[in-house]
């Protein structure tokens, strides 16, 4: 694969710091080839970026690029954890949105995360995933996504 941190630079992506937990658990995980991602908030310097149910205080496109950051945040974990160069594939996402009722665009929303990855890992960064509608989210939050991605 192309260096990634090339590609991050040329993208214009700047990682951050991994994000601290909010509770009991790590940022991310390695078990043998595979590092799990806890899953990250919309957090920019230590706050949410947003709150708020999407489809009420929060539109779809505003969450669509909360979930962009929240995929910058699941790239910050995995550079912290072993280094983004080690990346092999993005295997699969889980990605939450904290829903209004009657609210149905969970899918273009974690799009941001989703296209995030394409643009960094190219073909590598296609991956499964699911988008689920909840209630509500930590920090009321209105995005959350996890990620499992395979290392060298």
């Given at each position: 694969m192309a260096d990634v941190?090339?590609?991050l630079a040329e993208l214009g992506i700047e990682i951050p710091p991994v994000v601290p937990p909010v509770a009991a658990y790590v940022p991310a995980v390695q078990t043998g080839s595979h590092v799990y991602v806890s899953g990250q908030l919309p957090m920019v310097n230590g706050a949410l970026a947003a709150t708020g149910l999407v489809g009420a205080e929060v539109t779809a496109e505003q969450a669509?690029?909360?979930?962009r950051r929240c995929?910058?945040?699941?790239l910050a974990a995995v550079e912290a954890l072993v280094g983004l160069s080690r990346v092999v594939r993005v295997?699969?996402?889980?990605g939450f949105v904290a829903s209004a009722p009657g609210f149905t665009g969970q899918p273009g929303v974690i799009n941001g995360a989703s296209e995030?990855?394409?643009?960094v890992f190219g073909k590598a960064g296609q991956h499964a995933r699911s988008a689920v509608?909840?209630?509500a989210l930590p920090l009321n939050a209105p995005v959350e996504i996890e990620a499992i991605v395979e290392v060298s």
């Open positions: 941190h090339a590609r669509k690029d909360l979930a995929g910058i945040n699941i295997v699969k996402i889980v995030l990855f394409g643009e509608g909840v209630p």
